[in-house]
Nanobody, 127 residues
């Protein structure tokens, strides 16, 4: 079965950087994969998605600061987060969809289209 395991979360000061990883297994092809986050008391937010062709989509809240990438040979998804802000504090999840990003709301940012989820990794940014 498909499994996704996130790592790389932690605590950092505002302006700092973190790199999240998501190790995948149990699948032989990639479709749309994305990063989501959820802060306490807030809805889950899609922040970045990448398709099988490498094209990426970002939420306005992270555009220009975060970069999604993948290594197909390692079945690993990454999220490089720079210029972190306290409002980036949240639990971060990676997810995999059965669909292409072009078929998902927001170019891949709609969480309802994702079938497989990791357990999450906490990111805390202090001011």
């Amino acid at each position: 079965q498909v499994q996704l395991v996130e790592s790389g979360g932690g605590s950092v000061q505002a302006g700092g950087s973190l790199r999240l990883s998501c190790a995948g297994s149990g699948y032989t092809y990639t479709t749309c994969m994305g990063w989501f986050r959820q802060a306490p008391g807030k809805e889950r937010e899609g922040i970045a998605a990448i398709g099988s062709d490498g094209r990426s989509t970002y939420a306005d809240s992270v555009k220009g600061r975060f970069t999604i990438s993948k290594d197909n040979a390692k079945s690993t998804l990454y999220l490089q987060m720079n210029s972190l802000k306290p409002e980036d504090t949240a639990m971060y999840y990676c997810a995999k969809s059965r669909f292409a990003c072009t078929r998902i709301l927001g170019g891949g940012l709609g969480s309802a289209a994702y079938n497989y989820w990791g357990q999450g990794t906490q990111v805390t940014v202090s001011s």
